[in-house]
């Protein structure tokens, strides 16, 4: 909200139109709105501009602001601009795994276990990430929910996260939410080896804005419109999707695996 105000503030003092600033800021004067009535996350990016903009008139530094933002945030600081800004706008969601059920279909354990895991991780920092990821999932349960199509690695529900009982439950939520209309779940193949590169995620978005991925790598996700990227990343994802099973099928998979962790 100061981020918002200060922006507005001294916009206003040097007489400038909030579609002034979208065009130095590279965005929309939409964007520019939602950023003074602290409706929309300010990006590194955003805050560097503002500073140059305005150079720190009074004192005032964007760059900070946007830090002490993100450092109250429970989500990673490169994941926020998709969290934050495109899960709640997004129609369609592809998704492909190859190592873990995917962050929305995630139960509070499981999501547990594998936070816990993480190098010299405290556990509050354990508890705010999982609080976040809990709160991304809040999307699925709007009224028009955005529809969600997970592929998922076969050797997932055999993968053991918490032991029997967290993957008991866990498999069991994924049948749960499967079960509604908007979330597809397929389960592929491990002999497919275009899904050896890595997870991703790609969203469709209304108002025919350009489709936006997110592809993880060890230490962050790399977020983008590029073209050329997210043409790439829907052919794997064709590519991955000719390996999966019927959806039928692969929650007969899932229901044995269930059993199975006994």
């Not at 955003?46 to 009074?58: K, N, Q, V």
């Not at 005032?60 to 495109?86: C, D, K, N």
């Not at 498999?171 to 275009?194: K, N």
Request: glycine share 4%; with cysteine.
């Amino acid at each position: 909200m100061r981020f918002g105000a200060e922006m507005r503030r001294l916009r206003e003092a040097a007489e400038l139109s909030q579609a002034a600033v979208a065009a130095r800021l590279g965005c929309t004067q939409t964007q520019v709105s939602r950023l003074e009535k602290a409706t929309r996350t300010p990006s590194r990016s955003d805050a560097e501009r503002l500073d140059l903009l305005f150079g720190t008139a009074e004192g005032v530094s964007f760059t900070r602001l946007y830090q002490s933002i993100t450092a109250q945030s429970g989500s990673p600081v490169w994941f926020r601009s998709w969290v934050e800004e495109i899960e709640p706008t997004l129609l369609v969601l592809r998704s492909w795994d190859p190592l873990l059920i995917p962050g929305l279909l995630q139960t509070e354990a499981y999501a547990r276990h594998i936070f816990s895991q993480g190098p010299q991780i405290t556990p509050e920092d354990v508890d705010e990430r999982v609080e976040a990821r809990m709160r991304r999932q809040h999307i699925l349960d709007r009224k028009k929910p955005p529809m969600l199509l997970a592929l998922v690695d076969a050797g997932v529900l055999r993968r053991r996260i918490g032991g029997p009982e967290v993957m008991r439950e866990q498999l069991g939520h994924v049948l749960e939410l499967a079960q509604r209309p908007a979330v597809f779940v397929q389960v592929v193949d491990p002999e497919c080896v275009a899904g050896l590169a890595g997870a991703f995620m790609i969203a469709k978005l209304p108002n025919h804005q350009p489709d936006v991925v997110s592809s993880d790598s060890p230490t962050q996700a790399h977020i983008t419109t590029d073209h050329d990227i997210v043409t790439s990343i829907w052919q794997r994802y064709e590519a991955i999707r000719l390996w999966a099973y019927p959806e039928r099928v692969s929650l007969k998979m899932i229901e044995e695996a269930r059993r199975a962790w006994t």
